[in-house]
């Protein structure tokens, strides 16, 4: 790959925050037992009542924290796979990897955008396991974990092929304020090779399990177009233009 734009993640300083507040919340509980039963606290019904609702209180925050710790987390083990994916690559063009954009008033991120003689494609990586199933045209899909001894969870998650198609309109809409009318593809790219994918997409709607999957639609992705060395950077100049003023 000719050139690879790495820029910052959004989320990395969550993750850093949500594990110094895990620390906290699962050595506060502790501390306060400690004090509970080293100051005799429990003499003091009042006292004794607020310190066990400060321990009830924690706990509850811990759980909360680690779940949403762990649903980041698993977020960017996605995303290393991905690079990790695309520097098989052996073609020329560009990638760029977390790309900030604006939508609406609120902000988000292109896990990666690739620039390459057959064109551009966004991907979208998801790094959940278990089963997943919906639709394209469902707001929301589900997630369900079975395990051996019988528990099932479900959960759910937002539709990530209308995610990608709102970012896709976006890009594609900086492209033309630059002058630039080009087709843009998206892939979602599921790193967990263990998920089982029950979904129903269109025709257009390309999904890949695994690296190996990935590797190979983007090295058979054809396009009625093939972009020169000359668009390719002018491609890359756009986008670096517009997350130089997010």
């Known amino acids: 790959m000719k050139k690879v734009i790495r820029c910052k993640n959004l989320n990395n300083r969550k993750i850093i925050a949500l594990l110094i507040v895990q620390v906290f919340l699962g050595v506060a509980p502790i501390l306060l037992l400690a004090a509970f039963v080293g100051f005799s606290l429990y003499d003091d019904k009042i006292l004794a009542i607020v310190v066990i609702v400060l321990i009830f209180l924690c706990n509850v925050g811990y759980m909360i924290t680690a779940r949403r710790y762990n649903i980041l987390n698993s977020g960017r083990r996605g995303e290393k796979q991905l690079y990790r994916t695309i520097k098989k690559l052996e073609t020329d063009g560009y990638v760029f990897l977390n790309l900030p954009i604006r939508y609406k008033g609120g902000r988000s991120e292109a896990d990666a955008i690739i620039i390459g003689e057959k064109g551009v494609v966004i991907i979208e990586a998801k790094n959940h396991s278990g089963t997943i199933s919906g639709s394209w045209r469902s ?98 100049e756009i986008l670096n233009e517009m997350r130089m003023k997010i």
């Open 139 to 236: 707001e929301k899909w589900t997630q369900t974990k079975y395990y051996s001894n019988g528990k099932i969870i479900s959960a759910e998650m937002e539709n990530p092929i209308k995610q990608m198609r709102r970012q896709r309109d976006i890009v594609k809409s900086v492209f033309n304020a630059a002058g630039e009318d080009i087709w843009i593809d998206t892939v979602l790219y599921f790193s967990n090779e263990s998920a089982r994918l029950k979904i129903h997409l269109r025709e257009n709607d390309y999904v890949c399990l695994g690296s190996d999957e990935l590797i190979n639609f983007l090295r058979n992705h054809k396009t009625s177009t093939r972009l020169s060395h000359e668009k390719m950077k002018r491609y890359e």
